[in-house]
């Protein structure tokens, strides 16, 4: 299969028509959102989801999300909108919030991995709203990469992981955020299944008091169920071994300093990724910046360019924990799972 890719900053109208095509007949196609390129297909149409699972290599026990171009959507997608997802859908959307709620029988177990709930939302990328509007159907849609690997945030991300096995790429140039969705569970009381732009703080001053499920910093346990993208225990995860070393920035960076000299005493080449308050610590070693660490949004914008660039040319990777609060959540979330948790803290 021949991949095309078609620039929508150039040709939007050209790309999407072609897009919505391919959505209509069952095909897949990768489009840009504000979070992270996604990776589309007819969401009301099993056969059609199965292909993403197909081409991701992903297992069909992962939910998917369905991506809806107005709010009067969901009305045929849940089998009842609540009250608090109404003042959601006012303030956050459209923007990187998803909800879950209970799903309409028109909704295939194809996208919620056989569950009862269903996750929607609703991107403030045009060009994603393009495509949904003129594909006539929710689009189901996961990051457009490789299961397991990070996230991709380009168009040129996705070609590496998806030429030829995909018919179309739309190119809408970086992605603002760099991370995926806020996902926010409205079954019971509200809880933040995976932390994202729309932070725990933003919400609450919303709707109240939400809950973190402990899954977001930890493995997700052996008998939880993985109601949303982003909870298996390993994920976003780079061609290295990545371990993240957690603690103040001095003592932190000091011990990533003897860490990286002993994996060199191993024969193994070894990069860190670090925070512009710490880059002097890094003097002369193979050291990159994820951004500035009192504004996490830089280092979400970052994290998956960087675990694909620099996990690609080196061994090991030793990146900086930080602090966890607003958008530092969203970022310790990613970079714990890119890591499969191999984490110390000094």
Request: with cysteine; proline share 7%.
């Amino acid at each position: 299969m021949k991949t095309e890719v078609i620039s929508t900053i150039r040709m939007e109208d050209a790309g999407t028509t072609l897009g919505a095509e391919l959505i209509q007949n069952g095909g897949l196609v990768a489009f840009p959102t504000e979070t992270v390129y996604g990776l589309g297909a007819n969401g009301l149409d099993g056969e059609a989801v199965n292909r993403i699972f197909e081409a991701k290599g992903r297992p069909n026990d992962n939910p998917l999300i369905l991506h809806v171009a107005k709010k009067s959507d969901v009305t045929k997608l849940w089998a009842h909108v609540p009250k608090l997802a109404k003042s959601l859908m006012d303030t956050f959307w459209p923007g990187p919030l998803t909800l879950i709620f209970m799903k309409a029988d028109e909704v295939p177990y194809e996208v919620t991995a056989g569950l009862e709930t269903v996750a929607i939302r609703m991107p403030s990328d045009k060009t994603a709203r393009l495509l949904i509007q003129k594909s006539g159907v929710p689009i189901a849609a996961p990051s457009a990469n490789r299961s397991g690997r990070p996230s991709p945030t380009t168009a040129e991300h996705v070609l590496a992981d998806m030429d030829g096995r995909i018919p179309l790429i739309l190119d809408g140039g970086p992605c603002r955020y760099g991370v995926e969705s806020t996902v926010l569970s409205l079954v019971g009381e509200p809880t933040i299944l995976r932390p994202g732009a729309v932070t725990r703080e933003m919400l609450e001053a919303v709707i109240g008091p939400v809950r973190l499920a402990p899954s977001i910093l930890n493995p997700l346990g052996e008998s939880e169920v993985a109601a949303s993208p982003g909870m298996k225990y390993k994920h976003y995860a780079p061609d290295a071994e990545v371990h993240v070393v957690e603690g103040d920035p001095k003592p932190a960076a000091k011990r990533i300093r003897a860490l990286y000299y002993a994996y060199e005493a191993e024969g193994k080449t070894v990069a860190i990724l670090g925070t512009e308050q710490t880059m002097q610590s890094y003097r002369n070693l193979n050291a990159y910046s994820l951004g500035d660490r009192d504004e996490p949004e830089t280092l979400c914008t970052n994290l998956f360019s960087l675990l694909r660039d620099v996990g690609a040319h080196c061994d090991v990777i030793l990146a900086e924990g930080v602090d966890t609060a607003n958008t530092g959540l969203a970022f310790m979330n990613r970079l714990l799972r890119a890591a499969g948790f191999s984490r110390e803290t000094v």
